[in-house]
């Protein structure tokens, strides 16, 4: 069975600091996407950046790029330049193509003025 | 297991149609929430539910509709199916009224097709 593991459950940093979110997961499938998604308090959630495991090239969006390391079966989010608007629940997932999706328990991010 | 529970698994059905699909929260919580998830549009927020009463509503069509029942349960309603509809649906609880404070937990989701 698939796992999506996030092991901060809360972080805080800097207004302009770069902080990186952990997520791990854990499956013997080969095709598989990877989300992170944002959840503000107004509970929509925002595709943030997406990756495509056969590709090897790390996603990036604007502020926002992942490290992919598909043997070790991680995949982090960094913010650079991080805002006050960052500020939400952040959830990884995981999911096999036609398949259901899979998400971590979230790390909650509180950006700092 | 997020102790979620969604059925059915799969549904296939076609356009002009109505389906029901249910949730059923951990044991618990008070909170469901329903989502609407595409490959193309991503994650998309459809209503949320507390102690059987709305508290929140998304980007839910008028063809769609929710409710919470007593035992906490939920089921989401569609109608006048069209192929646009297809997605992958599903349910997430939380404790309490969340506000962005809680970590949610999502049940596996039903895939819907329409035809």
């Known amino acids: 069975a698939q796992t999506v593991t996030q092991s901060q459950p809360e972080m805080s940093v800097q207004e302009a600091e770069t902080v990186t979110l952990s997520c791990t997961y854990d499956?013997?499938?080969?095709?598989?996407?990877l989300f992170w998604y944002k959840q503000p308090p107004s509970r929509q959630m925002i595709l943030v950046i997406r990756q495509e495991a056969y590709k090897q090239q790390n996603a990036t969006e604007n502020r926002f790029s992942v490290n992919f390391q598909k043997a070790a079966k991680s995949f982090s989010l960094k913010i650079s330049d991080s805002q006050l608007g960052d500020t939400a629940m952040y959830f990884c997932?995981?999911?096999?193509?036609?398949?259901?999706?899979?998400f971590g328990k979230g790390t909650r991010l509180h950006i700092l003025p | 297991d997020s102790g979620v529970t969604q059925t059915p698994k799969h549904l296939i059905t076609a356009t002009g149609q109505r389906v029901t699909l249910r949730c059923s929260p951990r044991?618990?919580?008070?909170?469901v929430y329903w989502y609407q998830q595409s490959l193309d549009q991503g994650l998309q927020f459809l209503i949320q539910?507390?102690?059987?009463?709305?508290?929140a509503k998304g980007n839910i069509l008028e063809r769609f509709s929710a409710q919470q029942f007593p035992d906490l349960h939920s089921e989401l309603n569609l109608s006048s199916l069209e192929l646009g509809d297809s997605a992958l649906y599903f349910c997430?609880?939380?404790?309490?009224?969340?506000?962005?404070?809680?970590?949610?937990?999502f049940g596996p989701g039903t895939r819907l097709l329409v035809l």
């Open positions: 997932a995981f999911m096999l193509r036609d398949d259901k999706i899979i």
């Open positions: 997430a609880s939380s404790p309490q009224l969340a506000g962005g404070e809680e970590t949610q937990y």
């Open positions: 499956t013997s499938e080969n095709n598989y996407y």
């Open positions: 044991s618990g919580d008070l909170s």
């Open positions: 539910y507390y102690n059987g009463e709305e508290r």
